[in-house]
Structures are given as C-alpha cells and as structure tokens.
C-alpha cells in the first residue's frame, strides 16, 4: 500500500515545486512547464503574469497532495490509505485546475502584443512591401 501513498505524495511535490517556480516567475514559455494555454502563450508577459497567478493555487495543490500522500502512509488500513491518497489526489488536482483557471484568466487580461509594423518582415524590405 506504500506505493497508492506514493501516488499524491510525489505528484504532490512535482506541482508544489512547479508552482513555486512560477510564482517566483522563474518559468519560461521555452522549456514546456507551467500553466500553457492559448492566452499565456501569445506573449511572455502573458505567460509571466498567468503562472505568477496560478502559482499560489498550485502550491496549495501541492501541499494537499503531499499531506494526502503522508496521511495514506499513517493509516492502519488499507481502505484508509486508499481513501487519504484518493483525497489526496482528487484535492490536488482540484486545486490545479482551479490555479490554471485564475492563471488563464489573468493571462487573457493582458493586453495584445502590438503588431509589428513594417513591410513583411521576412525580407527587411521597409515599410512600402515587398514586391513579389
């Protein structure tokens, strides 16, 4: 039974140290982590702003995972570590689905990144075009 408290537990840790990252900001839209959606990826401050609001949520999440993870790995029996890890997991991802909600929300707050202005931009052609 030690491995269905593992479960919540290491899952836990996993999300409550990727929130933190990106709380602290230190996620990039390169490296494939942290909350991606349509409005976080059209521009780095978008992205910056929705982890940094998503980032509280998810350490909650974490933390609910890994004290159902240790509440599974107390308990004298086997339908009760059952239960505290599926507590445990349900919690977490609860409360990570409700961080990526906030974080979308917040991301799609942030005003469009302005278009570029120019020619086409593929050849430096300026501002009157390309002739093709």
Do not use: Y
Not at 24 to 42: C, E, I, P, Y
Not at 90 to 117: D, Y
């Amino acid at each position: 039974m030690v491995v269905v408290a593992l479960i919540p537990l290491i899952g836990g840790l996993l999300v409550g140290v990727g929130g933190f990252l990106g709380w602290q900001g230190k996620l990039s839209r390169d490296r494939g982590t942290g909350v991606r959606t349509d409005a976080m990826l059209r521009s780095d401050e978008a992205f910056a702003v929705g982890n940094r609001v998503a980032g509280v949520p998810t350490m909650a999440a974490g933390l609910i995972g890994i004290a159902g993870g240790l509440a599974a790995l107390v308990m004298p029996t086997p339908l009760g570590t059952t239960l505290a890890a599926a507590f445990g997991v349900v919690g977490l991802l609860g409360l990570l689905a409700a961080g990526g909600v906030l974080g979308n929300r917040a991301a799609a707050a942030v005003p469009e990144p302005a278009p570029a202005q120019g020619g086409c931009g593929g050849c430096a052609c300026g501002a009157g075009g390309c002739g093709a």
